[in-house]
């Protein structure tokens, strides 16, 4: 079945860039994403890509994907106490009308 | 747009009850919307997809006389946890998808006495 691994920690210092790496399996994964989920709340898509591109960028969010390794990163620039919080990275083969494989979550802390 | 919203935010029940919990899509329809489940400090697991109209697809390992996922409108997606025990406590967050993304509640805190 799918599998799709993540770190589970990561600490950054303010103003520093942040990147949150992901691993998957299933070769068949055509959609990639990354969700935030803040404390006691639900999940926010932040950004996503297709499988045929290697890189997406969207303000202070960059997306890398290597699909011959299987490996996915989420970095973002200039990181504020805002964006603390625990970062799933999912994968889907068709977009929205199927259900996503989530990996365990990278807990981003934030220090001063 | 794209606003999924769920009722209650939390809830606490003795164990033996039932609880339903609602999944609505605010601002469009939702062909099919997902049940799943996120254990604490744990990733979210799928417990069921429901299609408007027919009978939820339930994933392996969830009991589905447990877990009854009512999907009556393109709107409203209800979930009822029958005769529920400790071990059911979770954070249950419902998805929803008009034809394409997946848009998430803000989730139910369920706790079980």
């Known amino acids: 079945g799918e ?10 210092r303010e103003g520093d860039s942040s990147v949150i ?15 935030k989920q803040e404390p ?11 499988s045929n591109m290697d890189m997406k960028q969207d303000q202070r969010l960059t997306v890398l994907l290597n699909k011959k390794d299987k490996h996915l990163s989420l970095r973002i620039a200039d990181t504020q106490t805002g964006d603390s919080a625990i970062y799933f990275c999912a994968e889907s083969i068709n977009f929205g009308n199927e ?7 990278t807990r981003l802390t934030i220090i001063p | ?33 997902f049940w799943y ?19 939820a697809t339930y994933e392996q390992g969830v009991e589905k006389d447990k ?20 071990e059911d406590s979770s954070f249950y967050i419902c998805s929803a998808t ?4 997946q848009f998430f509640g803000p989730g139910t805190r369920l706790t079980v006495l």
């Open chain 1, 21 to 35: 790496n992901c691993t998957y399996t299933d070769s068949s994964s055509t959609y990639l994403y990354w969700y």
């Open chain 2, 67 to 86: 877990f009854l996922i009512n999907h009556a409108s393109l709107t409203l997606s209800t979930l009822t946890v029958t005769s529920a025990h400790p």
């Open chain 2, 98 to 101: 008009p034809s394409e993304g």
């Open chain 2, 37 to 55: 489940r996120q254990f604490p400090k744990q990733s979210l697991m799928l417990m069921a997809t429901s299609n408007e109209g027919s009978k």
């Open chain 1, 40 to 50: 006691g709340a639900g999940l926010q898509l932040l950004t996503y890509i297709f």
């Open chain 1, 99 to 105: 259900k996503l494989t989530f990996g365990t979550g």
């Open chain 2, 1 to 33: 747009g794209a606003v999924v919203s769920q009722h209650p935010s939390w809830v606490i029940c003795k164990s033996g009850t039932s609880v339903k919990i609602e999944c609505r899509s605010l601002d469009f329809q939702a062909t099919t919307m």
């Open chain 1, 3 to 12: 599998d799709v691994e993540q770190s589970l920690f990561l600490s950054v």
